[in-house]
């Protein structure tokens, strides 16, 4: 069964910094691209950052630009999101979700197929 894990995410103060893991269970996530996602109570689901299979690439909405960095260790089968700078706007349920290749980094939630439980970031003093 393939299986996306996040863990991560919990409380922190603005300007604190928390790194999100996604650990693929079932298959290697080498032959995956990866996409971070986040909602926010009565928003939409929205593409924050992806990385391709090999890592080569990356992307990243506006929003999170300069204070995210995605990063792939396909030796530990995961994925990170190491967020810095954070903004009580950043504060949301962060998903990670797959899809294989050649299927490339897209910013529609129906680019991907598999798609782990979520892990709730909560940025406030």
């Known amino acids: 069964q393939l299986q996306l894990v996040e863990s991560g995410g919990g409380l922190v103060q603005p300007g604190g910094s928390l790194r999100l893991s996604c650990a693929a269970r079932g298959f290697t996530l080498s032959y995956y691209v990866i996409g971070w996602f986040r909602q926010a109570p009565g928003k939409e689901r929205e593409v924050i950052s992806c990385i391709r299979s090999s890592g080569s690439s990356t992307n990243y909405a506006d929003s999170v630009k300069g204070r995210f960095t995605i990063s792939r260790d396909n030796a530990k089968n995961t994925v990170y999101l190491q967020m810095n700078s954070l903004k009580p706007e950043d504060t949301a349920v962060y998903y990670c979700?797959?899809?294989?290749?050649?299927?490339?980094?897209?910013?529609?939630?129906?680019?991907?197929?598999?798609w782990g439980q979520g892990t709730q970031v909560t940025v406030s003093s």
């Open positions: 979700a797959a899809i294989e290749r050649p299927y490339v980094c897209s910013g529609s939630v129906n680019g991907y197929r598999y």
